[in-house]
């Protein structure tokens, strides 16, 4: 097997949304002239968009669309998913695990195209709930996946296309790689409208008090539960390595900068240099009490693991935000 030339044709499907139009970025910013981007959203709507590429709206639920994105691609980067933040997943069991239809029939056109590798974009919610219950938790290592007890709807789909992807691997040869994805966020992704996740949303509530003068915040759950985000960049460079890596088993994406959702806000207030009096909403959805990757296999098997500071990745995404809501260019939630 060769390794991929940057004539062959690589396909994102989820190419509107925020991390698949980042990597359709990055592959283009590293010399690959033949991409094809995909998604079911009018163009309108893509958070990015580029002439240069081919750039198709399927909705990837359906057989027949998933053949026509799979079409000739030697690589497929499978991003399109029906997810949002916890706001989203608690609520929306259901629309989440039917995300198993793309899963399903993007592997089946894959295969029946004669595709060399495959990437499946899983997620942190895989990992067994009863290890997160504390907020000074123990990083999550890729063996707590098993025995099974995601987050329910979302996590249960993403754990059993998991393993679809393996046994593609066993049965049919299709190359696949697996990602764990912990809390991406940066900026060209959504901050308003109930999909956002804590990153962009308490950016976004910053924002607002700012421009509205009321002086206050708004945070869900008591604000003492800790999460690791991972800013895009990372998250991109973990995939492209991934991808082209040996490694045949799910790795963490992550990064292990643990923090509350309180110090979160601080960083936030910070860069907007501001300090806003902090409303507590106890019964708003908020997910595990801690969650923390553990990258020892990621560092093992990549020689790599994310590394960018939160710090960094949310002034970014501060400013980006900013802009956006500043210019008018979206509705204020
Ligand atoms: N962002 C994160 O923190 C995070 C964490 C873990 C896992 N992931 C996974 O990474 C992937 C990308 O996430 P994201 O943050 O970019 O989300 P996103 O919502 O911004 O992007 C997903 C895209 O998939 C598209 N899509 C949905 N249904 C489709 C369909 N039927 N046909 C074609 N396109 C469809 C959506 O329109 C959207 O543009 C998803 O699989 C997600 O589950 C993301």
């Known amino acids: 097997m060769t390794k991929l030339n940057t004539h062959d044709l690589v396909v994102?499907?989820?190419?509107?949304?925020?991390?698949?139009?980042?990597?359709?970025?990055?592959l283009k910013r590293r010399g690959h002239s033949r991409i094809r981007a995909v998604d079911y959203k009018p163009f309108d709507q893509w958070y990015q968009h580029f002439d240069d590429v081919e750039n198709r709206v399927l909705d990837l639920r359906e057989a027949k669309a998933c053949e026509a994105a799979a079409q000739e691609a030697r690589y497929i980067f499978n991003l399109a998913a029906d997810m949002g933040g916890m706001g989203f997943i608690e609520l929306n069991k259901a629309a989440c695990m039917l995300t198993v239809l793309i899963n399903t029939h993007m592997l089946m056109a894959a295969r029946n195209a004669g595709t060399e590798r495959f990437f499946f974009s899983s997620s942190a919610c895989v990992y067994a709930a009863e290890k997160q219950t504390s907020a000074d938790v123990q990083p999550l290592s890729e063996g707590d996946a098993y025995p099974a007890m995601p987050e329910d709807g979302y996590g249960w789909e993403k754990l059993f296309s998991e393993r679809m992807c393996r046994h593609f691997t066993e049965d049919f040869g299709l190359?696949?790689?697996?990602?764990?994805?912990?809390?991406v966020y940066g900026p060209h992704g959504t901050f308003d409208g109930g999909r956002e996740k804590a990153p962009a949303a308490i950016c976004r509530k910053v924002?607002?008090?700012?421009?509205?003068?009321?002086?206050?915040?708004e945070i869900w759950g008591d604000g003492e539960q800790t999460r690791s985000f991972t800013y895009i960049d990372d998250?991109?460079?973990?995939?492209?390595?991934?991808?082209?890596?040996?490694v045949a088993e799910p790795?963490?994406?992550?990064?292990?900068?643990?923090?509350?959702?309180?110090?979160?806000?601080?960083?936030?207030?910070?860069v907007a240099g501001v300090k806003l009096k902090r409303r507590y909403k106890l019964d708003a959805?908020?997910?595990?009490?801690?969650?923390?990757?553990?990258?020892?296999?990621?560092?093992?098997?990549?020689?790599?693991?994310?590394?960018?500071?939160?710090?960094?990745?949310?002034?970014?995404?501060?400013?980006?935000?900013?802009q956006q809501m500043t210019t008018g260019q979206r509705i204020l939630a």
Not at 12 to 26: K, M, N, P, Q, R
Not at 175 to 183: D, L, Q, S
Not at 235 to 246: A, I, P
């Open 12 to 26: 994102v499907t989820g190419a509107g949304g925020f991390i698949g139009g980042h990597l359709v970025s990055e």
């Open 175 to 183: 190359i696949t790689r697996v990602a764990r994805y912990h809390n």
């Open 207 to 217: 924002i607002k008090a700012q421009l509205s003068g009321s002086g206050e915040i």
């Open 235 to 246: 998250c991109l460079e973990g995939t492209l390595r991934l991808m082209e890596s040996g």
């Open 251 to 270: 790795l963490n994406v992550g990064s292990d900068q643990l923090v509350t959702i309180n110090r979160l806000v601080d960083i936030v207030e910070n």
């Open 285 to 322: 959805p908020k997910g595990v009490r801690g969650r923390n990757s553990d990258n020892t296999l990621v560092k093992a098997r990549l020689g790599w693991a994310p590394s960018i500071s939160l710090e960094h990745g949310m002034r970014k995404t501060y400013e980006w935000i900013h």
